[in-house]
């Protein structure tokens, strides 16, 4: 709950302005390319661990592990990758971070998605609503998949390939739109 608030509030808070005024290909791929950096950053530098097994987490940890969350509101910004980021910064075992950002991202994106059905609710048709509910449990058994995926990758390997990518896809969207 600590680390789900910071972003709900914020969220709930700045939602439409986010909407009108970052989702640009140009504010999108300058993120792709700062979060690529932060990434490469983080990796690179050795924070001691303090949090080794999920039972460790404490509020000063789930805090700072929410307020990362916040940055994943900017368009172009992983949530998943901000809260990774989030957690290691916080002192985290790099795999207590993945896990602790898989199961924020319950509250967070169940949140997320009722409050946009319920401010698009009206335009749904009851053929709209039986998809989303397929939809739903098919993504979140695909969710489980690569969750289990993801976690047997990170216990192996750094992020930085993902720095590299999100950089190169920053790059690309930038020349494209320039």
Do not use: N
Not at 3 to 13: E, K, N, Q, Y
Not at 103 to 113: H, Q
């Amino acid at each position: 709950a600590i680390a789900f608030l910071p972003a709900a509030l914020v969220g709930f808070a700045a939602h439409d302005w986010i909407e009108r005024y970052l989702f640009t290909p140009q504010t999108v791929a300058v993120a792709l390319i700062i979060g690529g950096a932060i990434i490469l950053w983080v990796e690179a530098s050795h924070k001691p661990v303090h949090v080794a097994t999920l039972e460790q987490v404490r509020v000063k940890t789930a805090l700072m592990v929410g307020l990362a969350q916040c940055c994943a509101l900017f368009p172009g910004i992983s949530r998943s990758g901000a809260t990774i980021i989030g957690g290691l910064l916080a002192g985290m075992d790099r795999r207590v971070a993945t896990e602790y950002s898989f199961f924020l991202a319950l509250p967070t994106m169940i949140v997320a998605t009722a409050y946009k059905m319920l401010k698009s609710f009206s335009i749904f048709t009851q053929q709209d609503l039986i998809a989303l509910l397929v939809g739903l449990i098919v993504s979140f058994f695909v969710a489980w998949a690569v969750i289990a995926a993801f976690l047997a990758f990170v216990k192996q390997h750094t992020l930085s390939s993902f720095a590299y990518y999100r950089i190169a896809l920053g790059i690309i969207v930038l020349m494209m739109f320039y």
